[in-house]
């Protein structure tokens, strides 16, 4: 056969080989998937939503993800319906400075006063009346003409959002007197409020267990 011929052949060959891309017609190639960069894949975390903040979302009036800190509503739910009792110490019956001497030791890793009355005067309480100025493990004082040249009768954790949480001889809404979260704006305890305490390290504390 010619030499020229063969080398014509061959080269007629190639033209139709798998390295011609235009064997392939452009509206094929055009619907190939496309892997995405993976810098442009964005994973978002979302923090888990535990039992504890859904069951005290309600009384909180709470989104449950803003029922925080955990370990203070944890402390509580041990705590909630114990029935209140004078001088009582256990669950088998809790005064309103105990809980909260309790809870402050417990929770905050605080040692604050025995009673209601020593609480409020303690040299490292920093007394004030502006609610608007009111954190989460502030103390609020009460007694029963909401003065403070009376006798401060009545102890309790402030919580966020108009809610505490304390020991009660009062009865809330189930009939039950005890620990409770209350609603701090309520009619009856804006009568016997006297005063706010903030107590240092509280804030740390709280951040701590965010």
Not at 75 to 102: H, M, V
């Amino acid at each position: 056969m010619n030499t020229k011929l063969v080398l014509l052949i061959l080269l007629v060959g190639f033209s139709f080989g798998c390295g011609n891309r235009n064997m392939f017609p452009a509206e094929e190639t055009s619907n190939l998937p496309v892997k995405p960069k993976q810098d442009t894949v964005k994973v978002i975390k979302k923090e888990p939503i535990l039992p504890i903040q859904k069951k005290y979302a309600k009384s909180m009036g709470l989104e449950p993800k803003r029922v925080k800190p955990v370990a203070l509503y944890e402390f509580i739910d041990d705590w909630i319906d114990a029935p209140y009792r004078l001088g009582g110490e256990n669950k088998a019956g809790i005064d309103c400075s105990y809980f909260t001497q309790y809870l402050y030791h417990d929770v905050f890793n605080k040692l604050i006063e025995r009673t209601a009355s020593k609480q409020y005067k303690a040299p490292d309480t920093n007394l004030f009346i502006g609610q608007e100025h009111l954190r989460i493990g502030d103390l609020l004082f009460f007694n029963l003409e909401g003065s403070e040249f009376t006798t401060i009768t009545h102890v309790g954790i402030y919580l966020g959002n108009n809610r505490f949480v304390h020991s009660t001889a009062k009865r809330g809404s189930d009939g039950k007197n005890g620990v409770q979260i209350s609603n701090f704006k309520s009619k009856h305890w804006q009568k016997l409020f006297v005063a706010a305490g903030r107590k240092p390290g509280i804030a740390k504390a709280i951040k701590s267990l965010q």
